[in-house]
């Protein structure tokens, strides 16, 4: 899963050489930046990671906080601002809408209900999604938020995620059981990661509901971390049918992830 770090502009590159605007840039990098450190931070941790001198960082941070992207904590840490929340809504939502085709073919080929979900801070949001024609099919509704350790998606957006983040992101959401499947130990969680890396694949085996599995892969190299998914009733989604069924998912994810690049601008 990429990070802001591994794809952010490098603060030392002259904003000419990428066609932006260097401070807009940066301002954008610094909000990333939080984002992946759970919403909250100090200036001092942004220019560790950024490589940014603190005047720089302080000036920005004041423009963010002006405009209500970024707030100033009591304790004078930097956490994300309430005005990003309807942008993150609107361009969800917009995306949802684009990938429906994607999650329609997804339906039409393994006959179960698809979804698309990103990873928005600690939380999995499910921003898409085609119901089965079966009349016992599964629903989730759009914009529901759950934690990753239970489910599918979560373990396909944090499989190549390092283990001390993920265990950060576990300390500050804590594991409730949603079943008695339900992974509830960081290192049990990370074995689950392993067994993604290796298989290509995640699987949700009545984790977050029981009756329910679902199968999950990510969308390589997407600009904000997703992943798409299929979910039945566990008489269906078998092993026999998940074999059959995994190929589809990884080929739909790969064409999100061209049709994701091919969004981009033009560069003049």
Known sequence: MPTSSASATDASKPAAASGGVQSLERAFDLLERMAD????????????????????????????????????????????????IRLGESAARLLGTWARPYLARLVEETGETANMALLDGDEIVYVAQVPSKHSMRMFTEVGRRVLPHSTGVGKALLAHTPADEVRALLARTGMPAATEKTITTPEGFLD????????????????????????????????????VSISGPAGRVTEKATERIVPILQEVAQELSVALANTNPPQG
Do not use: F, K, W
């Not at 931070?41 to 960082?57: D, K, Q, R, Y």
């Not at 970024?70 to 304790?75: I, L």
């Not at 004078?76 to 309430?82: E, I, K, N």
């Not at 085996?205 to 599995?213: A, H, K, L, T």
């Open 37 to 84: 450190a759970g919403g909250e931070v100090g200036l001092s941790e942004l220019s560790a990671s950024s490589g940014l001198p603190l005047p720089t960082i302080h000036r920005l941070m004041r423009t963010l906080v002006a405009c209500g992207y970024v707030r100033q904590q009591p304790n004078r840490r930097y956490a994300l601002g309430p005005r990003l």
């Open 192 to 227: 689950a990661l392993e067994q993604v890396r290796r298989a290509g694949y995640a699987v949700d085996d009545n984790e977050q509901e029981i009756g329910v599995r679902c199968l999950a892969v990510s969308v390589p190299n997407s600009p904000s971390a997703a992943a």
